[in-house]
C-alpha cells in the first residue's frame, strides 16, 4: 500500500496537461526520443525535458540510453495511471 505522500508524487505527476499528452505518446509509441516528444507535441525541448523529468520522479515513465539517443517509455505505473485516465475520458 502507498502512502499519502507516495500518492501525492504520482498524482502531482500528471497533473499537467503535457505530461498526460506524453504518457499517451509512449503508450501508442515507446521509446521515443526528446525530439520526437517535441516534434509530436509542437513544444520547445526544454519544457519537454522538464516534463519527462517530472514523469520520472513520478514512477511513471523511464529513460534509457539507446546509442547517442535517450528514449521514454511507461513503467508499469505508468500504464495503470493511463488506464485510469482512459476512465475518466
Do not use: C, W
Not at 507516495?6 to 509509441?29: P, V
Not at 519527462?52 to 521514454?72: A, E
Amino acid at each position: 500500500m502507498k502512502t499519502a505522500r507516495q500518492l501525492e508524487k504520482i498524482t502531482k505527476g500528471i497533473a499537467n496537461h503535457r505530461r498526460i499528452e506524453i504518457l499517451y505518446l509512449l503508450d501508442k509509441d515507446p521509446g521515443l526520443t526528446l525530439t520526437n516528444l517535441t516534434t509530436k507535441l509542437n513544444a520547445n525541448d526544454k519544457t519537454i525535458s522538464e516534463h519527462t523529468h517530472r514523469l520520472v520522479h513520478s514512477g511513471l515513465i523511464y529513460k534509457y540510453p539507446s546509442g547517442p539517443h535517450v528514449r521514454h517509455e511507461l513503467t508499469p505505473l505508468g500504464t495503470i495511471i493511463l488506464k485510469f485516465l482512459r476512465t475518466l475520458e
